[in-house]
């Protein structure tokens, strides 16, 4: 039997990751790599519905994060063209206002080395407070917005976007220059590299 490539069997080691034994619904890290993949998605954590489904971004904000990538499903599934790496991979639980936040075993654990076979790689998608202040630690004192509002400074290899989430359609509507001015820069660019 031929041996496993090193970025197979670190998948294979997340998906059986069980380092956080407190979690409300169990573990199950749930995320989406191949050394091939050439967009990167990084985002927050698992909701409820992906947790239960087994499949990341398969809910309204998934159907508008492909909208404004312009892609259909099977390219966005399609782990050899697109990675999505939560920054913490099982669903953390509910607070007051919404779900937790990633857990800190996670990254820690795992991203370095994930981040390191993704060596095809030409733009990263980054969402959320979390993502920022991992991948884009200068960002860490700005507020989201701030940072999305800057995107050209880390443009053509990073994109900073608010969650696609339904729950930010007021920030969407207030910010009308993001979807105007932002995303047919952010399709062109991926049509391009997919």
């Known amino acids: 039997?031929?041996?496993k490539s090193t970025a197979s069997t670190l998948l294979e080691d997340v998906r059986a990751c069980t380092i956080c034994t407190d979690l409300p619904l169990g573990p199950r890290p749930i995320l989406q790599v191949s050394p091939t993949a050439k967009l990167l998605?990084?985002?927050?954590?698992?909701?409820?519905?992906?947790?239960?489904?087994g499949i990341p971004f398969d809910d309204p904000s998934g159907n508008r994060l492909r909208d404004w990538l312009g892609v259909d499903r099977d390219t966005f599934y399609d782990a050899s063209k697109m990675a999505i790496l939560p920054m913490g991979f099982c669903f953390p639980g509910t607070g007051k206002g919404g779900d937790l936040p990633p857990r800190v075993e996670c990254a820690p654990a795992w991203r370095d080395s994930i981040?390191?076979?993704?060596?095809?790689?030409?733009?990263?998608l980054i969402i959320?407070?979390?993502?920022?202040?991992?991948?884009?630690?200068?960002?860490?004192?700005?507020?989201?917005?701030?940072?999305?509002?800057?995107?050209?400074?880390?443009?053509p290899e990073k994109l900073i976007l608010p969650h696609p989430s339904p729950r930010n359609n007021r920030w969407l509507k207030s910010n009308r220059w993001f979807e105007d001015d932002v995303i047919p820069v952010l399709q062109k660019r991926v049509k391009q590299i997919l």
């Open 1 to 3: 039997m031929p041996r």
């Open 41 to 53: 998605i990084v985002g927050q954590a698992p909701g409820q519905i992906t947790h239960r489904k």
């Open 115 to 124: 981040l390191e076979t993704l060596q095809s790689v030409e733009l990263t």
């Open 128 to 155: 959320g407070r979390y993502a920022i202040d991992w991948h884009l630690p200068d960002y860490s004192g700005h507020t989201v917005t701030s940072a999305v509002q800057n995107w050209t400074k880390v443009w």
